[in-house]
């Protein structure tokens, strides 16, 4: 079993930058694949960003692309999102996700998921 606890969400302003972090307990992290997902009042969970167990590959969603970048830190067992530029449309729900075998982009496929941490971005 893995946990997985988010934090870093908050209030910000258009433009400013969060940096979101997720801490995960087990000692396989390291061979999990990682990601971040949301999710907006009234809307489904969006895929955000994803990374490979070793951190070479990242992935990203067209929202977020060019803004964020997804890290992890497996010495540490916390996987990061950095968002910069924010939009009052990057509001919501960010949820970490762990997926056991392969790149955690699709709800469908995620094995864990954190309980989320708000960001709210206003304009």
């Known amino acids: 079993q893995v946990q997985l606890v988010e934090s870093g969400g908050g209030l910000v302003q258009a433009g400013g930058s969060l940096r979101l972090s997720c801490a995960a307990s087990?000692?396989?992290?390291?061979?999990?694949?990682m990601g971040w997902f949301r999710q907006a009042p009234g809307k489904g969970r969006e895929f955000v960003a994803a990374?490979?167990?070793?951190?070479?590959?990242?992935y990203y969603g067209d929202s977020v692309k060019g803004r964020s970048t997804i890290s992890r830190d497996n010495a540490k067992n916390t996987v990061y999102l950095q968002m910069n530029s924010l939009k009052p449309e990057d509001t919501a729900v960010y949820y970490c996700?762990?997926?056991?075998?392969?790149?955690?982009?699709?709800?469908?496929?995620?094995?864990?998921w954190g309980q989320g941490t708000q960001v709210t971005v206003s304009s």
């Open positions: 087990g000692r396989t992290f390291s061979s999990y694949g």
């Open positions: 996700a762990a997926r056991v075998k392969g790149i955690p982009t699709m709800v469908a496929t995620i094995d864990y």
């Open positions: 990374i490979s167990w070793s951190g070479y590959s990242t």
